[in-house]
């Protein structure tokens, strides 16, 4: 994989928010099931296999922009609906989430999905978080709920667009899968990546996304599992 001999480092902008540390006696320590660290939504590993990490729940508003593929939009909701939020989708296409949103929550409704420009407050708190997921296509108009405290954006675009350098300097952290080689140099120009970095996107395998976030770069591998695959298939850049 072009990706995996790309720099990696650790990519703080994905770590979700720092709680104050537990001590528990040395003889317990068997019992811990649970893994330990930064809270957040597991997107997939890096390059040597570490798991990464974004936190969307957060006291700040937090936008998020993934030019990629459906498959790893809807891999990211189920993983934040497992995580006890709520996840709101605006989509013009609801046949292709329909089938994620009864299966997500065993008959609860933490996926719900609205028609465009028709998201209505979702109250958030930080006691229950929200993802709005906008999967409005490449020309999506400007959201009528927001990012804000406790409440994130991820908006989905399957390429560049007009709009995509607006976004894309808005938000917080920007993920970037197989592009064109003319895309792949307007995204080089607007996050500011190597040329190396330019160059891999238009070779990346399915599932690899290049995340962003200020200065700093990470590259994930996403790979689903047993009953993701089950329900979404393999990953796949295109739908």
Same mark, same amino acid.
């Given at each position: !994989?072009?990706?995996?001999? +790309? ?11 720092? #709680?104050?540390? #537990? ?13 330990? =660290?930064?809270? =957040?939504? $597991? ?5 040597? @296999?570490?798991?990464?990490?974004? =936190?969307? #729940? ?9 030019? /990629? ?7 990211? +909701?189920?993983?934040?609906? =497992?995580? /006890? ?15 994620? +949103?009864?299966?997500?929550?065993? @008959? ?5 999905? #609205? ?18 997921? *906008?999967?409005?296509? &490449? ?20 390429? &560049? ?6 976004? &894309?300097? +808005? ?8 592009? %064109? ?7 080089? *120009?607007?996050?500011?990546?190597? *040329? ?10 399915? /599932?690899?996304?290049?995340?962003? %976030? ?5 590259? $994930? !591998? ?14 796949? *850049? !295109?739908?």
């Amino acid at each position: !994989m072009s990706a995996a001999r +790309a720099p990696i480092g650790r990519l703080r902008g994905l770590l979700g928010p720092r #709680h104050a540390g #537990h001590a528990v006696p040395t003889d317990a320590l068997g019992a811990l099931s649970l893994p330990v =660290g930064d809270d =957040g939504v $597991v997107i997939g590993d890096d390059a040597e @296999g570490r798991p990464q990490i974004v =936190g969307f #729940h957060r006291p700040v508003p937090y936008e998020v922009l993934l030019i /990629g593929g459906l498959w790893t939009a809807q891999v990211l +909701a189920l993983r934040t609906a =497992g995580t /006890g939020a709520r996840v709101a989708v605006e989509t013009g296409r609801g046949q292709a989430w329909t089938t994620l +949103a009864q299966a997500a929550g065993a @008959g609860l409704e933490c996926i719900t999905l #609205h028609d465009v420009g028709r998201v209505p407050p979702t109250g958030a708190t930080v006691g229950d978080p929200v993802l709005v997921v *906008r999967d409005c296509g &490449m020309r999506p108009p400007r959201g009528r709920v927001v990012a804000s405290p406790w409440q994130s954006v991820l908006t989905l675009l399957p390429y &560049m667009s007009p709009v995509a350098p607006r976004l &894309m300097r +808005a938000a917080s952290l920007v993920g970037v899968q197989r592009v %064109s080689p003319g895309e792949a140099e307007q995204v080089g *120009r607007i996050l500011g990546l190597s *040329r190396a970095e330019s160059e891999a996107l238009p070779t990346l395998a399915d /599932g690899v996304t290049l995340w962003c %976030s200020g200065r700093e770069r990470q590259w $994930v !591998m996403t790979v689903g599992t047993d009953a993701e695959s089950g329900l979404l298939g393999v990953a796949r *850049r !295109m739908d």
